[in-house]
Nanobody, 123 residues
Framework: QVHLEESGGGSVQAGGSLRLSCTAS????????MAWFRQRPGGTREGVAT???????FYAESVKGRFTISRDNAKKTLYLQMTSLKLEDAATYYC?????????????????WGKGTLVTISS
């Protein structure tokens, strides 16, 4: 069973930067489709960015140009570099994977999730 664990969350001022990491363990790692989601307090979970095995990426409009998703397959780690953070970026960020595909398909549900890491933004 694949286990995903996020790290790197914390508190940062608006305009600042933060890098989230997600490490996979528990099963033979393959370059699956992976993604970051977030859930604001009282809100629904929304997709932030996806990355396929060939490093093709997709971003939500709200983070395009500010966030960068990347992966290091040798380290079995997914990253989310967040810059120019806004108050509305405050959320719990979740790492996710679709273990059945290597090329992400928009709208296809992820089958494996981490427990999340909290990002708070202060003004």
């Amino acid at each position: 069973q694949v286990h995903l664990e996020e790290s790197g969350g914390g508190s940062v001022q608006a305009g600042g930067s933060l890098r989230l990491s997600c490490t996979a363990s528990g099963y033979k790692y393959n370059p699956w489709c992976m993604a970051w989601f977030r859930q604001r307090p009282g809100g629904t979970r929304e997709g932030v960015a996806t990355i396929s095995s060939d490093s093709t990426t997709f971003y939500a409009e709200s983070v395009k140009g500010r966030f960068t998703i990347s992966r290091d397959n040798a380290k079995k780690t997914l990253y989310l570099q967040m810059t120019s953070l806004k108050l509305e970026d405050a959320a719990t960020y979740y790492c996710a994977a679709d273990l059945l595909i290597s090329r992400c398909i928009p709208g296809r549900p992820m089958d494996t999730w981490g427990k999340g890491t909290l990002v708070t933004i202060s003004s």
